[in-house]
């Protein structure tokens, strides 16, 4: 398959970005790692008029520690780069822990970790991982930057809150808390596949060693990264046990959960996955914080 005709931008800059999508508007495509872009236009399901590739920018690719001692990662970043960071490893651990389950190395060599946030992918592990961290977008457009908090950014089925004539620029991560455990699992039918159902999990524990912040963050069981709050809020306060866990992972997946049946998975195995990842997570999670759990 070939794309329909398109004409091509490739700025060197975020002015000449932004200017190209004020003249151009709806009619123009941002082309990050191209890894989800470029085949939805091989197949002519995505036809823009206008491509504009921020590849030459190279000012939005960089891993850096932020001020406040947390992380702040240019939107062009390479997933690959940033798997393969010392520094995300020290100071965010789960995000590095989630890239090798993004598809396959050859799609983290080129994909961008801003591209994949701001392709809202229901299925896509970095948007659930980012909601887990408490994570806030940096947004540029004509009238400068402004910040999302990763709560507000995703507002349904491959929606965010970028305009159209704004560029997602910088992810920062806050400072990793002490006494803090994560973890991030999965099921697909083959590795690199999209997940039939997913979590991403951080929790915090204080010095007597109960929960004293927690989410719980699916992925692939609905429009978005879909937090399951009150299954959260029952480990918040509480000594964790397999008993607390085993209830808050059946509360996430009957009470916060509905998810969709399709031709990769019913609503009931999906369910039934919410479930089953979700006490694994919380295990694994609360053991890193160096929380035995009896």
């Known amino acids: 398959m070939k794309p329909a005709p398109f004409h091509y931008v490739a700025p060197t800059n975020m002015m ?11 009619d123009a495509k941002l082309l990050a790692g191209g890894q989800s872009l470029i085949p939805t236009m091989n197949f002519r399901l995505a036809q823009p008029a206008v ?77 659930a991982t980012m909601m887990a ?14 910040c999302v908090h990763i709560n507000d950014f995703y507002l349904g089925l491959f929606a965010s809150d970028l305009a159209a004539d ?15 455990g994560y973890s991030i699992m999965e099921v697909a039918r ?24 927690a989410r719980m963050i699916y992925f692939s069981v609905g429009e978005g990264p879909t937090p399951a709050t009150s299954a959260s809020a029952l480990l918040i306060g509480e000594q964790p046990t397999l008993a607390l866990i085993e209830a808050a992972a059946q509360q996430a997946a009957t009470v916060d959960l509905d998810p969709p049946s399709d031709i990769h998975a019913s609503a009931r195995f999906r369910r039934h996955l919410a479930h089953v990842l979700g006490r694994r997570s919380l295990i694994e999670a609360f053991a890193r914080a160096g929380v035995g759990i009896v």
């Open 51 to 127: 491509l504009v590739d921020l590849n030459r920018i190279d000012a939005l690719s960089y891993i850096a520690p932020s001020a406040t001692g947390g992380l702040r990662i240019g939107a062009m970043t390479r997933q690959r780069q940033v798997e393969k960071s010392a520094l995300v490893a020290k100071q965010s651990p789960l995000l590095t822990a989630t890239m090798p389950n993004i598809a396959h190395v050859q799609i983290r060599n080129r994909g961008t970790i801003g591209g994949s946030l701001a392709h809202a992918d229901p299925a896509a592990e970095l948007p």
């Open 133 to 146: 961290l408490g994570a806030t977008m940096v947004v540029q457009g004509p009238g400068g930057e402004r």
């Open 190 to 213: 083959r590795h690199g596949d999209y997940a039939l159902t997913g979590i991403a999990v951080h929790v915090e524990v204080s010095e007597t060693a109960s929960c004293s912040a």
């Open 166 to 180: 704004e560029i997602l620029t910088e992810i920062e991560i806050p400072p990793l808390a002490t006494n803090c």
């Open 16 to 26: 000449e970005a932004l200017d190209a999508l004020t003249e151009f508007g709806y």
